[in-house]
């Protein structure tokens, strides 16, 4: 950069004449054109390996996510900084430095959730704390106790990196003065949908499975799918109008418009997937649907606090608040009951409309033969089929599903109940690819489960 930067220097000295002349312009176009390219940051691909840098000093912490390519150079994605609170600044070193890394994940949660990646500090007694397969020691003091627990839902691999070595992350705690309240954050892209959009189901890649993975928790305790958010949102003009300009990164000055304006200001935490407009880790609904699920928030009665605070872990749309608070105002059966303890009847299953629409599977054994037995029976005709197996695992059972479906079709429910092999990675995956609604009994109530439990 220093090359570039000679005839503006110029411009500095003292007694110098401040004359803006071709060659300033040219110089500052040319620094201009660095700053704004691929040099310094590159788009986020989940494809690269991720690694993430975290480093404290006295007044603040610093991080970087990046990306490591096959030629072994790194480029940065995103760079985060944070100054420290009077009281952060009295921790020891030990604990800023784990601070850092708490900072970092929480920071980049978005590229890092559901994913594998490096974590990176100069802090070698961490990676004891941090990386110890066996748990956290009881001595470990209960500040770090609690940041490992925040760090447990992540999949990373902690290293030792020299400070030589840290040069952007400790930079950036570095920069930070004394009288600093600010975060400053640089961010090179928000996803777009066309990262994970590309090919049939059945040729997705490893880190499409994991992303599309992630949304389907999203999902699972949902009244929809992530198809009906996908069409209703291309349907709604509002919604259309702010994938554009999240793909295109084309966001107005100036807005006029309430709605779109109440997107803009938060247009940081939006990204894209599935044709699905997350914010922050939330879906958003479409206007279409909302209604939707607030009847399906509401259908327990549970009261206007439950339901924002089931709300806010997987669901947003403006004014979501105000809609839950109406129609628990509106529904007679809340406000008669606003001042007892919540009951709820007991809720049969729907009966079916046909045969093979919903089955129900489970395991039985070990028997005398020392087989297990993998029981499916159909929730509308009360026909079962028995599968003998040695094992119980994921793989065996999607055989046995494979066979049956090529006999009888593909079924729109499976109900089963939370055994590893119907919980498995594996398992879901081959449900999601052929379209399949998989429902859990309850832990502990295995007669939610009745049709194969009684068999």
């Not at 040319?30 to 006295?58: C, G, M, R, W, Y």
């Not at 607030?294 to 549970?302: A, G, I, K, Q, R």
């Not at 079924?411 to 429902?439: L, R, T």
Request: hydrophobic share 35%; aromatic share 10%; proline share 4%.
């Amino acid at each position: 950069m220093h090359q570039f930067r000679g005839p503006l220097d110029k411009l500095l000295r003292k007694n110098s004449i401040w004359k803006w002349e071709e060659e300033q312009e040219k110089a500052f176009e040319q620094i201009k054109s660095i700053l704004s390219s691929d040099l310094l940051l590159t788009h986020f691909d989940p494809q690269f390996e991720i690694i993430v840098t975290a480093d404290a000093s006295n007044y603040g912490v610093g991080a970087v996510i990046s990306h490591k390519y096959s030629d072994g150079s790194e480029k940065a994605i995103e760079y985060a900084s944070k100054s420290l609170s009077n009281s952060e600044r009295n921790y020891g070193q030990i604990e800023k430095e784990a601070l850092a890394l708490v900072f970092a994940v929480q920071k980049f949660h978005k590229m890092l959730f559901g994913r594998k990646f490096k974590l990176r500090t100069d802090h070698k007694p961490l990676l004891a704390i941090f990386g110890n397969k066996k748990g956290i020691k009881i001595q470990t003091a209960s500040r770090l106790q609690r940041w490992a627990l925040i760090l447990t839902n992540y999949d990373f691999q902690i290293e030792f990196v020299s400070t030589e070595k840290m040069g952007m992350a400790d930079s950036l705690s570095r920069l930070i003065s004394k009288k600093s309240e600010n975060e400053d954050k640089i961010i090179a892209l928000i996803s777009d949908s066309n990262t994970f959009d590309s090919g049939p189901p059945d040729e997705l890649n490893e880190v499409e499975n994991s992303v599309n993975y992630v949304l389907n928790i999203l999902f699972e305790v949902l009244p929809i799918d992530s198809n009906q958010v996908k069409v209703e949102t291309d349907n709604d003009i509002k919604l259309k109008i702010v994938i554009d300009y999240i793909r295109n990164n084309s966001w107005p000055r100036k807005i006029e418009d309430s709605e779109l304006k109440f997107w803009s200001t938060r247009r940081q935490n939006l990204q894209i997937i599935n044709g699905c407009i997350l914010f922050a880790d939330k879906v958003v609904i479409p206007a279409k649907l909302q209604r939707k699920i607030l009847e399906s928030l509401h259908s327990t009665h549970s009261g206007v606090v439950r339901m924002k605070n089931l709300a806010r872990e997987y669901i947003y749309w403006p004014g979501i608040s105000n809609d839950i608070e109406q129609i628990a105002a509106n529904c007679d059966s809340c406000q008669k009951a606003s001042k007892m303890p919540i009951k709820t009847d007991l809720s049969p299953w729907p009966a079916p409309n046909k045969a093979w629409e919903r089955i129900n599977i489970d395991f039985a054994g070990p028997c005398k033969d020392g087989k297990l037995y993998m029981i499916i029976v159909d929730a509308y005709s009360k026909w079962p089929e028995i599968f003998g197996n040695t094992t119980t695992t994921a793989k065996d059972s999607i055989k046995n599903l494979e066979w049956l479906f090529s006999h009888y079709g593909i079924p729109k429910v499976i109900v089963s109940d939370n055994g590893s092999p119907f919980q498995s990675f594996e398992f879901k995956n081959y449900c999601i690819s052929k379209g399949i609604h998989q429902i859990f009994s309850p832990p502990y109530h295995p007669q939610s489960n009745g049709q194969a439990e009684r068999f």
